[in-house]
């Protein structure tokens, strides 16, 4: 049954998602704020800013309006940055149909800076109960470029309502595009916002000209890292060997696609961070989630040494090489610990 979905956010992932939808026959309408960028989807059916490489499908309709975008929708699709979602849950809010529920789906990873919400919480917070059905996050190993491109991709769809996380797997899936569900919004979400952090390491370790031992080494502490700090916030230690957690490391940790991994390794390199966010020219989620991920840890009494030292060389302007050497010469550890405790 066709739906009409209202996707908040035109850059690279929006697009995708909003082509993948479009492709499976639903009623899809883009918001974003950009005038030009929002006639060049209407007229030319492109998006060269993030995927110039795309032909969009016609029956996409980009709105600089919120309140033309929402009207009427079955489901609204967040994909804007992590700074932005609250501001955006709250202009949703205010121009949402009246006595319209909708399925609220977002497929954004980070964790909101001084509360270090998730973003399903957020959401929660800002959109009344009876303004919305559920909320379900939508994750996984997955980049833009080869989403559009149609390779084939598989994601997580997480609620605690099963009949959402359902819904939004019929909404998306193909056979390109298929979807899991999963009932751990807390795994999913932090597996997806941290894996970020630790991408930004192993792109630091390739800029350093450390080899692939280096990259499995932090790429699997890293993952140690994650489901440390996910259990103590209660998830389910299993997320973190699926979709979400070591499938969304591996595609963040190893692709140059990955704008995480590219800022990461800019630094390897020796620029400096404000150089390297200049020369991006888009959000690196890492960056802000690795002081929330951070501060969240020394909150909680969680130790995760590679997030602390990413964050020392983002924020403290620690010298990287030194940082590398000094992180091996930890005390040892036992590799199992983790397992140890939880099983």
Do not use: C
Not at 97 to 104: G, H, L, S
Not at 305 to 311: G, S
């Amino acid at each position: 049954m066709q739906q009409k979905i209202a996707v908040l956010g035109p850059g690279s992932w929006g697009t995708a998602l909003a082509q993948v939808l479009a492709e499976n026959g639903h009623d899809v309408r883009i918001w974003g704020h950009r005038a030009e960028q929002v006639a060049e989807i209407n007229t030319k059916h492109t998006n060269q800013r993030y995927l110039p490489e795309l032909k969009l499908a016609t029956a996409i309709r980009a709105f600089t309006e919120m309140a033309e975008a929402l009207a009427d929708v079955d489901a609204i699709l967040f994909v804007v940055p992590t700074k932005a979602i609250r501001s955006v849950a709250q202009e949703v809010v205010m121009k949402m149909t009246p006595n319209t529920k909708p399925v609220i789906i977002h497929a954004s990873k980070g964790l909101e800076q001084k509360t270090h919400k998730r973003i399903s919480e957020i959401l929660l917070e800002e959109i009344p109960v009876e303004q919305r059905k559920a909320v379900v996050v939508l994750s996984g190993p997955s980049h833009a470029e080869e989403v559009a491109n149609r390779d084939i991709t598989t994601v997580t769809a997480a609620s605690t309502n099963t009949e959402a996380a359902k819904y939004v797997q019929r909404l998306f899936m193909n056979d390109y595009f298929r979807i899991y569900t999963n009932p751990d919004v807390i795994g999913v979400e932090m597996g997806a916002a941290l894996k970020n952090i630790i991408a930004i390491g192993t792109g630091a370790i390739h800029g350093l000209g450390f080899g692939d031992n280096a990259k499995a080494a932090i790429m699997t502490r890293g993952l140690a890292e994650i489901s440390r700090l996910g259990v103590a916030m209660g998830a389910n230690p299993l997320t973190f060997i699926g979709l979400s957690g070591v499938g969304d490391l591996i595609v963040t940790g190893t692709s140059v696609h990955s704008r995480n991994w590219r800022a990461g390794n800019l630094l390897g390199q020796g620029q400096k961070l404000p150089e390297v966010l200049e020369n991006m020219g888009m959000v690196v989620e890492g960056v802000n989630t690795t002081q929330a991920a951070m501060e969240l840890a020394n909150s909680m009494g969680v130790e995760m040494p590679i997030t602390q030292t990413i964050y020392e060389v983002l924020y403290e302007g620690k010298d990287i090489k030194k940082a590398a050497k000094e992180i091996m010469l930890r005390d040892g550890k036992v590799e199992n610990e983790f397992s140890l405790t939880i099983f």
